[in-house]
């Protein structure tokens, strides 16, 4: 009876982690005892013991999928990594590392030789190769070519030439064309004929003898029309194709706006060259998304959890330096009205409302700007419509939070004219969180930079040195 090899939910995903973390620690207490014992044959012993626990380890490793094993590498300390990966079965090696995030991997990839790493490509299809080969050595990229068939080298090649997050960098080349002259009877004679279909596979390519694109023909078409029907009666010609030069991002839109499996790619004359499936369009957007919210906490790629603290530091210090430039300039700012604080008090414990207000309602407006370029919903024709309407939000906003910290401030202090700077300061300084919230991201774009990238680390100090000039400023004029 064939085994089944189930897909673990996260529960269950934990349960693994744990059961490795286990075996691991048992196996280490366990050697520690019998290196310690003194016995006839004692290095057999050892041995016998270090391969029996190793070999339960391996058992339950080959029990798994691979993204559920890349799941595990990813929260193991480097040393328990290199150990569990030296016990996954050669032929699972290419799967797993496309699985693993780019940091593990290449933490898995320097533990490799040439000739393992080979072997592991070798396993793959070329459009899995083309998103492994980046991170491989040149010669072991160039060893893996040697190795291809004439067609895979061309697909390889053409799979490589396109920047990263085009459809022609996610595309795959495994897909089923069929002529519109034929009957649906011998399309399914030819299906037949295959050992399987290609993955996701929810519609076939109807080609002419170009291979040009001519429509769809949808696999519940085939189930149930009359046989003797031809494939041109039957198939659908308004398709959603793709350009090769496309944006990633607008591939991803399509799929979910039209609820895509699959979508052939078509080059400039038509004539079909890959597809895209709904599989890749998902690890496309995770990692979008990922790549996202490390930028906007100034992170510059995904960090190793494990990683040794030289790499993390060099991760993580470019924004950190911004922000201690930034903060050495709010603290100047507070330099400027010493003289007003010493003679109120009362604003040093006041000011970091304002700032902090401002800068939560200026992530707020990044967050949606950055959403919305990435959606493309943004424009030249709407852009001055966006911003009126955030200076709209910010004002309102201003006012309503601006007359509650200032009634705080009135009935903490007992002071009218302070609690009407507070508000004036409130509302000014959520104005400057707005303006600075769509120009920072808009701006990033147009010089075709991620506008996700340290927008959140900007935007903060912005607020914060602006928040503290407006209120004490304010303080200063009207009430000292």
């Known amino acids: 009876m064939a085994e089944t090899q189930e897909i673990r939910p996260q529960d269950d995903l934990q349960e693994h982690l744990l059961k490795v973390l286990h075996l691991l ?19 057999l012993v050892e041995s016998l013991v270090h391969k029996q626990h190793l070999a339960e380890l391996q058992k339950f490793l080959d029990e798994l999928h691979p993204a559920d094993v890349a799941y595990i590498l990813e929260a193991l300390p480097l040393e328990d990594r290199l150990q569990v990966w030296n016990l996954v079965k050669a032929e699972r090696d290419g799967e797993i590392l496309l699985e693993v ?29 083309a998103d492994l080969a980046p991170d491989l050595p040149e010669e072991v990229v160039a060893d893996v070519f040697k190795r291809l068939s004439a067609e895979e080298r061309e697909e390889l090649r ?13 595309m795959d080349f495994e897909m089923v064309t069929i002529r519109e002259d034929v009957t649906l009877e011998v399309v399914l004679r030819y299906l037949r004929l295959l050992d399987e279909l290609p993955d996701h596979t929810d519609t076939l390519f109807v080609v002419d003898r170009q291979g040009r694109l001519r429509g769809i023909l ?4 085939i189930l149930v029309t009359d046989p003797e029907t031809e494939v041109g009666q039957v198939m659908e010609t308004e398709v959603v ?23 052939p790619v078509v080059d400039a004359n038509g004539k079909v060259i890959g597809r895209l499936t709904v599989d890749a369009m998902v690890d496309f957007i995770r990692e979008k998304s990922e790549s996202e919210v490390l930028g906007l906490a100034g992170l510059k790629e995904q960090e190793d959890i494990f990683a040794p603290i030289w790499e993390s530091l060099k991760n993580r210090w470019t924004w950190l330096a911004v922000n201690l430039i930034t903060a050495f300039i709010a603290s100047r700012v507070i330099g400027v009205f010493e003289e007003s604080i010493e003679k109120l008090v009362a604003l040093a414990a006041l000011m970091p409302i304002i700032a902090g207000i401002g800068g939560n309602s200026g992530n707020q407006t990044i967050t949606m700007i950055v959403r919305a370029l990435a959606l493309g919903q943004i424009n030249a024709a709407n852009a001055k419509k966006l911003f009126a309407k955030e200076i709209g939000v910010s004002v309102l906003n201003g006012l309503v939070w601006g007359g509650v910290v200032g009634l705080f401030a009135f009935f903490i202090y007992h002071n009218v004219s302070l609690g009407l700077v507070m508000t004036g300061a409130m509302v000014l300084n959520l104005l400057l969180a707005a303006l600075a919230g769509v120009v920072i991201p808009l701006t990033m774009h147009k010089l075709g930079r991620d506008p996700a990238v340290g927008s959140s680390v900007m935007i903060t100090a912005l607020t914060d ?16």
Do not use: W
């Open 101 to 129: 995030s780019d940091a593990v991997r290449e933490s898995l990839i320097r533990a490799m030789d040439s000739q393992e790493l080979v072997a592991a490509a070798e396993q793959l299809d070329t459009d899995e190769i």
């Open 158 to 170: 053409a799979a490589l030439s396109y920047p990263e997050g085009t459809v022609g960098a996610l």
């Open 218 to 221: 949808p696999l519940n078409k």
């Open 241 to 263: 194709s793709f350009n090769p030069e496309d944006r990633g991002q607008e591939a991803a839109q399509a799929f979910e706006r039209y609820d895509l499996i699959t979508a």
């Open 25 to 43: 620690e048992k196996q280490r207490l366990v050697e520690q005892l019998v290196h310690k014992q003194a016995m006839p044959r004692h290095d």
């Open 465 to 480: 040195s602006g928040g503290f000039f407006i209120f004490l400023g304010l303080a200063t004029v009207f009430l000292l």
